[in-house]
Structure formats: C-alpha cells, structure tokens
C-alpha cells in the first residue's frame, strides 16, 4: 500500500505555502527567504560526511585520480558548472575535476528531462571516462532515485572507484548505494518538486565545498588567495596583479613586470620575487611541481 512516505521528501508539499497562489509578492518572497534559512543549517549536518569525502578525494587526485561530478536535470547542470570553475580557479588541468550531464552538453542549456531515467546512459559515460579504482566519482541527484544516477554509482563501484552520493533524503537509494552519502535534509519546497530551489541550492554549497577544500588541501591555495587563478581576462589579470603585490609586498608596477614575465602565472610570479629568481627558474620549479603532482 503506497502513501505519503512513499513520496520523496523533495517531492512533497510544504504546509507553509500550500495557499502560495493567494499569496503577495512580498509574502510569496518571505516564504522562499524563511525556506531558504534552512538550508545552510541542513548543510551544517552534514559536515563529518563532507570532510569524510573530501580527504578521501585528496588521496585519489595527489594519486592521479580525477574527480567526476555527475548528475541529471538541475543537478546535472550544477555538476556540470562546478567542473568549468575549477580550472580557471584552481588552475588545474581539465581534465581533473570532469562534469557530466545526463543527455550530454546540450541539456544544460535546454531541459532534456527524460535522459535522467536512462540508467544505461550512466553506466555508459562511466565506462567512457574510464572510470577505475584511483578515481571519486559524485553523483548529485535531489531525490536521490535518478536512475541515471543510480546507474553510474552502481557501475563505477563495480570498477572499485571511490563513490560519493550527494541527495536530500537520507533514506534514498543513492544514500545506501554511494560508499560516502552527503544528505542535507532541507524539506519540501514552497513549490512542491522544484528542486531547483532548496535542494539545488544545498547541492551547489556541498559542491562548493567539496571541490574547494580539497583544492586547498592539495595546495593550489596561499592562505586565502588563488594563486593558481589562470588570468585570461582584465578582470583576472587585475586580480592576479592584487594577489602577487599582497604576497611579496611590491608595489604594482613590479607585480605587473613579475606577472608579464612569467605568463601571467601569479603563482611564478610570487616564486620569481620571493626566492629572488629568474622567471624562467620560476616557471621551471611550478611544472617540476606539476609533474610531481600528476
């Protein structure tokens, strides 16, 4: 006999909006907004599981690992972003941290809503990517029932790969099926099974934390500073400019010189400056470094 609790949490109604439609903007905006406070809290809860995951990741990548984020829908669009920053960020290879979306580069700028039940299709970009014992594999799924999903955790398990599952309904089959599972409980939404709102959003902040700390972890961060930011633009470049003058305490005409002859490398740049070296003996120690590191 089905009932109540046989329906998702994220698929449920919310008692503090079922007359949403009747509402005013204003009361519609402080409904989402008391909704929404509850979501860094939910996170808050998950915090062991996330670190669990992270130092985990640190060990697979400092061994050649990647780390592929994978999803359906909303999810598969935020695992999908989450990969893009990482390089220009972190300045890592790209293809270290991956994204993959259910239906392929197109869906996420056009819905393709049926490509998450096709369980093969996860299998199948598993067994694209290759995906072995060395690699973390994070499948993102609101419900945590994507068959998508389901189906890239269950086969990149087979291949012993580290598995991570990021959902919010902790007793979901992405929960029993991942090694680690990541569960922010966040509740209905104000519009019943539009997870882009709560569950989206607590998915982007365990992504963000996951891809981050173990960045810092691996050391593509000074202090708080990214000094591994690949300047490809004015704005970029200016902040590369801010990070070497901070680090080394020169002023910016001599940060600029440093980072124009180092490739606008900041992280060169801050080694030519510091050790009182040449920029080709800077941009020789950081691919010594990346060589080690790959």
Same mark, same amino acid.
């Given at each position: 006999?089905?009932?109540?609790?046989?329906?998702?949490?994220?698929?449920?109604?919310?008692?503090?909006?079922?007359?949403? &439609?009747?509402?005013?903007?204003?009361? /519609?905006?402080?409904?989402?907004?008391?909704? &929404?406070?509850?979501?860094?809290?939910?996170?808050?809860?998950?915090?062991?599981? /996330?670190? &669990?995951?992270?130092?985990?990741?640190?060990?697979?990548?400092? &061994?050649?690992?990647?780390?592929?984020?994978?999803?359906?829908?909303?999810?598969?669009?935020?695992?999908?972003?989450?990969?893009?920053?990482?390089?220009?960020?972190?300045?890592?290879?790209?293809?270290?941290? /991956?994204?993959? /979306?259910?239906?392929?580069?197109?869906a996420v700028r056009?819905?393709?809503?049926g490509a998450e039940d096709d369980h093969g299709g996860g299998v199948a970009e598993v067994g694209r990517l290759e995906i072995g014992p060395s690699?973390?594999?994070?499948?993102?799924?609101?419900?945590?029932?994507?068959?998508?999903?389901l189906g890239a955790i269950g086969e990149a398990r087979r291949r012993d790969a580290l598995t991570v599952g990021v959902c919010c309904d902790d007793g979901a089959r992405l929960a029993a099926d991942a090694e680690i599972a990541i569960c922010p409980l966040v509740g209905p939404e104000i519009l019943a099974g539009s997870t882009r709102l709560k569950a989206g959003t607590a998915q982007k902040l365990v992504l963000n934390m996951l891809t981050t700390a173990v960045m810092i972890r691996l050391g593509r961060v000074h202090g708080n500073l990214m000094v591994d930011v690949l300047a490809t633009n004015t704005k970029l470049r200016e902040r590369a400019r801010r990070i070497v003058a901070e680090v080394t305490g020169v002023d910016d005409a001599a940060a600029t010189a440093a980072l124009s002859a180092t490739d606008w490398s900041a992280r060169a740049a801050i080694l030519m400056l510091s050790q009182d070296i040449t920029a080709d003996e800077a941009l020789d120690a950081l691919r010594d470094r990346e060589a080690t590191d790959a």
């Amino acid at each position: 006999m089905s009932g109540r609790h046989d329906i998702p949490p994220t698929e449920r109604a919310n008692a503090a909006s079922v007359d949403l &439609d009747a509402r005013s903007t204003l009361e /519609i905006l402080e409904i989402m907004n008391r909704e &929404d406070a509850r979501v860094s809290d939910a996170v808050g809860e998950c915090l062991p599981r /996330i670190r &669990d995951a992270v130092d985990a990741i640190v060990t697979r990548v400092r &061994d050649g690992g990647r780390l592929v984020y994978l999803g359906a829908g909303t999810s598969g669009r935020l695992a999908a972003m989450e990969a893009a920053e990482a390089p220009p960020t972190f300045g890592v290879a790209p293809g270290i941290v /991956i994204g993959v /979306i259910a239906g392929g580069a197109s869906a996420v700028r056009a819905a393709r809503e049926g490509a998450e039940d096709d369980h093969g299709g996860g299998v199948a970009e598993v067994g694209r990517l290759e995906i072995g014992p060395s690699d973390v594999l994070v499948g993102v799924s609101a419900s945590g029932r994507t068959p998508f999903v389901l189906g890239a955790i269950g086969e990149a398990r087979r291949r012993d790969a580290l598995t991570v599952g990021v959902c919010c309904d902790d007793g979901a089959r992405l929960a029993a099926d991942a090694e680690i599972a990541i569960c922010p409980l966040v509740g209905p939404e104000i519009l019943a099974g539009s997870t882009r709102l709560k569950a989206g959003t607590a998915q982007k902040l365990v992504l963000n934390m996951l891809t981050t700390a173990v960045m810092i972890r691996l050391g593509r961060v000074h202090g708080n500073l990214m000094v591994d930011v690949l300047a490809t633009n004015t704005k970029l470049r200016e902040r590369a400019r801010r990070i070497v003058a901070e680090v080394t305490g020169v002023d910016d005409a001599a940060a600029t010189a440093a980072l124009s002859a180092t490739d606008w490398s900041a992280r060169a740049a801050i080694l030519m400056l510091s050790q009182d070296i040449t920029a080709d003996e800077a941009l020789d120690a950081l691919r010594d470094r990346e060589a080690t590191d790959a």
